[in-house]
């Protein structure tokens, strides 16, 4: 009785690769090189050397300090002959307060390149303080007002956590505590020029950190692979393959910090499932992003896992006769569950398993209560997630929707 359903999904990717359903065409383009390993970063002086001498270093609360990396870079930046000035305190959900602090120390000291060493906070504000240097108006007009983001001091980085995938996309998410706003854009221009992906600068992440940077990998990836429009067959099977990945290897990396193989494996998922690569030509709008960002504004909760909570709600909120196909692929590719079973029933049992993935094996908090959110502000959220409109992504979602999801 499944056989047809089969035969439907194995001709629908036929079409998609023969050119018989329409798929946008696009342009890929990322030119941020990089030195990924041990020992790759003897080449930081000869990169920050080919922008200039002023580099500003920025970091957050000093824990690259306790793993030594701070005096690593402290010394290839010496040994370069480079003027070295500094920007510490950036905090997780980065304030643009932090971004003023940096665009504004770039304008007086004259910086000609950034150096951003931390997790995807520092690098999403480094990115924008080298926006902000570059034109007079307050950097938070880069969000309120959606002023051009058209020119930036090049940037560098070193990243020690593997999870937003800053150190290869032109992105960046920042916070305003005083509006209670989170919000995020990209630009062309805020691509890092070079990065160095070193997996022993994540030895010393703690299991919850880990848990929920693995979880904000996932949701890069399940953000493109549950969307509407036709996509390449080849795109898809990459990204199972991340996503195969991450299970893989992040309880691996939760019980054995400094194990290499698990923290590579994590790292370079990180970069390729933000990259822009698997986006093919897709258009769609984030769906799980914009509205997380909402509750990490108002209860500054750790992104991953406000991520890890509402994922699965929404692929419950989204899942029906239509979108069912989507979901079985997702059940056998990923999970492993068995294609002989009743699409419907893999497409739950597939949900039910991301849950069992997010809250018993890495061990997040299930609800948004136990996160410290509260039913009164959920009317506000949703409203404010749509832009008092409707987030066009996988499943049109107006404010009820959220609400719902919520």
């Known amino acids: 009785q499944f056989i047809p359903r089969l035969q439907k999904w194995e001709s629908s990717c036929r079409k998609m690769i023969k050119g018989e359903q329409k798929m946008n065409d696009f342009i890929y383009h990322n030119p941020v090189k990089v030195y990924f390993g041990k020992n790759q970063l ?20 000093g824990s690259i300090k306790k793993i030594g990396l701070y005096d690593k870079v402290k010394s290839e930046i010496k040994k370069s002959g480079l003027e070295l000035f500094e920007l510490s305190g950036i905090q997780p959900n980065p304030r643009i307060d932090s971004v003023r602090k940096g665009a504004q120390i770039c304008k007086d000291k004259k910086i000609d390149v950034l150096l951003a060493v931390g997790g995807g906070s520092t690098l999403d504000a480094t990115k924008y303080m080298a926006a902000g240097a570059c034109v007079d108006f307050d950097p938070w007009d880069f969000f309120s007002k959606w002023a051009p983001i058209e020119k930036a001091l090049p ?80 795109l898809d099977t990459i990204m199972e393959g991340l996503m195969r990945t991450v ?9 054995e910090p400094d194990n290499y193989e698990a923290r590579a494996n994590l790292m370079w998922s990180s970069s390729w499932a933000i990259n822009g690569f698997i986006d093919g030509g897709k258009q769609h709008e984030w769906s799980c992003h914009p509205i997380e960002h909402e509750l990490s504004a108002i209860y500054d909760i750790t992104h991953g896992l406000g991520l890890a909570i509402l994922t699965p709600r929404w692929l419950e909120y989204c899942l029906d006769e239509h979108s069912v196909e989507k979901y079985y692929q997702f059940g056998t590719n990923v999970f492993g569950i068995d294609p002989n079973i009743e699409p419907m029933t893999v497409a739950k049992k597939s949900i039910d398993m991301l849950s069992e993935f997010f809250f018993d094996t890495l061990g997040l908090e299930s609800s948004l209560s136990k996160a410290g959110a509260q039913e009164k502000d ?15 992504g996988f499943k049109p979602l107006g404010q009820k929707d959220i609400e719902e999801i919520f």
């Open 247 to 255: 299970i893989k290897y992040a309880p691996i990396a939760m019980k």
């Open 155 to 234: 940037v560098i980085t070193i990243p020690t956590l593997a999870a937003t995938g800053s150190e290869m996309n032109g992105g960046g998410v920042i916070s305003n505590p005083e509006t209670k706003e989170k919000i995020g854009r990209s630009s062309p221009v805020l691509l890092p020029k070079v990065s160095f992906l070193d997996p022993t600068n994540t030895f010393t992440v703690n299991s919850y950190h880990t848990a929920c940077g693995s979880v904000d990998i996932m949701s890069h990836i399940i953000e493109v692979y549950f969307a509407p429009e036709p996509d390449l067959y080849m």
């Open 42 to 61: 003897c080449h930081l002086g000869e990169e920050l050397s080919k922008f200039g001498k002023r580099v500003l270093l920025t970091y957050g609360g």
């Open 378 to 392: 959920f009317s506000f959220m949703a409203k404010r997630a749509c832009r008092g409109g409707i987030i066009k």
